[in-house]
């Protein structure tokens, strides 16, 4: 093996360590959940609130995305209808703050439902650094016809307090599992709620 491949390894090998890191104790922990079982604080979407005693998905992605994005906002719709009525939000962060504009934003969340928010960082270095704070990536590949932004697919679940409390890594999801965790988590967290 030349030392340019060596390299190349090396470096995705130490990639891949740095985003499973901070869910190594969900892999570690059997929670009995579907999800990647967390407990962290998550970064605030500056005018952006949870539901007080629900939850909100938290979803990383741009809306001229050809690959993952529509799949996950299939399932987010989906999980939409199947949790009607309970207090849980769907939240489409823009990672193309530049192309997507607030009204475009606005009427992609009013299609896909009232439980839908959309939420548009300043530009893309700040939806990048607020990414990567929910250990997701994103890297606009310049000089490609769309200037495409590669990205994570992960669907993150937080509290009211923006505690993150699940995540879901791929767009192949179980629903019916999915709503299992949710219904659990709203349970749980209904049940240590004061009264």
């Given at each position: 093996?030349?030392?340019?491949?060596?390299?190349?390894?090396?470096?995705?090998?130490?990639?891949?360590?740095?985003?499973?890191?901070?869910?190594?104790?969900?892999?570690?922990?059997?929670?009995g959940?579907?999800?990647?079982a967390?407990?962290?604080?998550?970064?605030?979407?500056?005018?952006?609130?949870?539901?007080?005693?629900?939850?909100?998905?938290?979803?990383?992605?741009?809306?001229?995305?050809?690959?993952?994005c529509?799949?996950?906002?299939?399932?987010?719709?989906?999980?939409?209808?199947?949790?009607?009525?309970?207090?849980?939000?769907?939240?489409?962060?823009?990672?193309?703050?530049?192309?997507?504009?607030?009204?475009?934003?606005?009427?992609?969340?009013?299609?896909?439902?009232?439980?839908?928010?959309?939420?548009?960082?300043e530009?893309?270095?700040?939806?990048?650094?607020?990414?990567?704070a929910?250990?997701?990536?994103?890297?606009?590949?310049?000089?490609?016809?769309k200037d495409?932004?590669?990205?994570?697919?992960?669907?993150?679940?937080?509290?009211?307090?923006?505690?993150?409390?699940?995540?879901?890594?791929?767009?192949?999801?179980?629903?019916?599992?999915?709503?299992?965790?949710?219904?659990?988590?709203?349970?749980?967290?209904?049940?240590?709620?004061?009264?």
């Amino acid at each position: 093996m030349n030392r340019q491949t060596t390299s190349i390894l090396l470096f995705a090998a130490a990639f891949l360590l740095a985003i499973a890191l901070p869910v190594m104790p969900s892999l570690l922990n059997h929670s009995g959940f579907y999800g990647m079982a967390l407990d962290e604080p998550g970064e605030r979407l500056n005018d952006y609130q949870p539901p007080r005693n629900g939850l909100a998905f938290i979803f990383f992605g741009y809306r001229q995305c050809g690959t993952v994005c529509p799949a996950q906002l299939v399932n987010l719709l989906e999980l939409s209808q199947r949790l009607k009525g309970a207090d849980v939000e769907f939240v489409f962060v823009t990672l193309d703050p530049e192309n997507d504009g607030p009204e475009a934003l606005d009427q992609t969340a009013v299609s896909l439902g009232e439980a839908f928010r959309a939420y548009r960082p300043e530009n893309h270095r700040a939806a990048q650094k607020l990414a990567s704070a929910y250990n997701d990536f994103a890297v606009k590949q310049v000089g490609t016809t769309k200037d495409l932004i590669a990205h994570s697919a992960n669907l993150h679940v937080v509290t009211g307090d923006f505690r993150r409390r699940l995540v879901y890594t791929t767009p192949d999801l179980n629903l019916e599992l999915v709503e299992q965790d949710i219904r659990r988590l709203l349970k749980e967290s209904n049940s240590e709620s004061p009264i």
